[in-house]
């Protein structure tokens, strides 16, 4: 669920700066792919996001993608701290919402 609002805080971003529903369908569900596009348009302000966080979002995004926590899928995974996404996700969130005017 943390996932899910990390792709949602970051799309509402991209729209608030008229990118196109499109562009970010062919993003998918790709976190990385988001984040980028996000930094690209100006969206993330300097401090909003450490390396360390940009580095859970990735490591994240692996499993994310993938839609292995919606699948069962076998196997070992390496995730990152609950608590870290949870972090994570609600900078983003938080964010978003003053973007919007919803805070």
Same mark, same amino acid.
């Not at 562009?23 to 930094?39: I, P, Y």
């Not at 076998?74 to 995730?79: D, P, Q, R």
């Given at each position: 669920?943390?996932?899910?609002?990390?792709?949602?805080?970051?799309?509402?971003?991209?729209?608030? !700066?008229?990118?196109?529903?499109?562009?970010?369908?062919?993003?998918?569900?790709?976190?990385?792919?988001?984040?980028?596009?996000?930094?690209?348009?100006?969206?993330?302000?300097?401090?909003?996001?450490?390396?360390?966080?940009?580095?859970?979002?990735? /490591?994240?995004?692996?499993?994310? +993608?993938?839609?292995?926590?919606?699948?069962?899928?076998?196997?070992? !995974?390496?995730?990152?701290?609950?608590?870290?996404?949870?972090?994570?996700?609600?900078?983003? +969130?938080?964010?978003?919402?003053? /973007?919007?005017?919803?805070?």
């Amino acid at each position: 669920m943390f996932g899910h609002a990390i792709e949602l805080a970051l799309k509402s971003f991209l729209r608030t !700066k008229g990118v196109e529903v499109a562009s970010m369908k062919r993003m998918g569900h790709d976190l990385a792919a988001l984040v980028e596009a996000a930094l690209k348009n100006g969206l993330l302000p300097d401090g909003l996001l450490t390396s360390s966080d940009a580095v859970l979002i990735r /490591l994240l995004n692996q499993t994310y +993608v993938m839609k292995e926590f919606e699948y069962i899928v076998v196997g070992a !995974k390496t995730l990152p701290l609950l608590r870290d996404v949870a972090s994570v996700a609600n900078k983003l +969130v938080k964010h978003a919402a003053s /973007l919007t005017g919803l805070s």
